[in-house]
């Protein structure tokens, strides 16, 4: 077997004209992009776009029809026995063994990789922690709502300690407002610190003219502004705080059942505006734009649509 992982590339997937046919229907045409070390890269689709034909060529279990295909340093078909002992995937669907523990469910996964039982019982503890499932480790799966499954797979991925992450429609069953963005912030600190990176869909509705590879940056920089401002008031008061803020003239205003995102090139400049209004916010937060901020712009629609 070829010494594809020996030392990962800084490119860790490469695509060139990847193109996949079903007889005569194409299903992805013609892809082309880089994804780097540390980079979290996002697909935006309508249905029927292709995004999951992609990202089962990249986990290697449907190979390419046509184009170049590099992931690992490898190729797909050539070597995907190999890459996909370095991949962790969180699938549409959650396949969890119902039967078992949430830890046991982590044991089985594990060594499904060959891991030594005593390596996966070590590795346990941070993937729960991970997603907030420390205290339900010993509890049996079935009875969990669906949202802690989900948090399971999320960290069922994990055990393996994978150079590349695939997940497929990640945030589904969970809540878009809390533990969405509680994943989203987890995963850029503790996996992309670590040098991984990130393969993800951000949303099932998404402009067809992105059906080829571009990078999440230049998506941010045409659609949305380079920060966020978040903001939560008093019940009652939001109603009134939206339109003081629209009197501020924001480049753009979301206004979601709990909180206001504001999109401004600079945040805090923003929230000085805000509290000169005489607005005083329960919470604030200034955040970098993402591809979740981009979703609406293109599509019309929120994530909780």
Request: hydrophobic share 35%; glycine share 10%; net charge neutral.
């Amino acid at each position: 077997m070829p010494g594809i992982l020996r030392r990962v590339p800084e490119v860790l997937v490469r695509a060139r004209g990847l193109t996949k046919r079903f007889g005569g229907f194409t299903a992805a045409d013609g892809i082309d992009f880089d994804l780097f070390r540390g980079e979290a890269f996002g697909f935006l689709g309508p249905n029927g776009a292709g995004k999951s034909s992609t990202m089962r060529m990249l986990g290697c279990v449907s190979p390419p029809t046509v184009g170049e295909l590099t992931i690992l340093g490898g190729g797909p078909v050539r070597d995907g026995a190999a890459i996909r002992g370095r991949l962790g995937v969180v699938p549409q669907e959650d396949t969890l063994d119902n039967e078992l523990t949430v830890r046991e469910n982590l044991l089985v996964y594990g060594r499904y990789f060959g891991l030594p039982r005593k390596l996966i019982n070590e590795r346990t503890a941070q993937p729960l922690d991970f997603v907030q499932l420390t205290e339900r480790a010993d509890d049996q799966v079935d009875p969990l709502s669906g949202g802690m499954k989900r948090r399971l797979t999320i960290a069922r991925s994990l055990i393996n300690d994978p150079d590349l992450l695939i997940l497929d429609e990640p945030t589904t069953g969970l809540d878009p407002q809390a533990q969405a963005a509680r994943c989203h912030a987890h995963s850029h600190h503790a996996l992309h610190g670590r040098g991984r990176a990130a393969l993800r869909p951000p949303g099932r509705h998404g402009p067809r003219q992105d059906r080829r590879g571009r990078h999440p940056r230049d998506l941010i920089a045409r659609y949305s502004t380079p920060e966020v401002l978040e903001l939560r008031f008093a019940p009652g008061q939001q109603e009134v705080a939206v339109e003081k803020i629209k009197d501020l003239s924001p480049e753009r205003m979301e206004v979601t059942a709990d909180r206001i995102l504001l999109y401004a090139a600079d945040g805090d400049d923003f929230l000085a505006r805000v509290r000169r209004a005489g607005l005083e916010p329960l919470t604030e937060l200034v955040r970098r734009s993402s591809l979740e901020d981009v979703f609406p712009q293109l599509t019309g629609r929120t994530l909780i649509d």
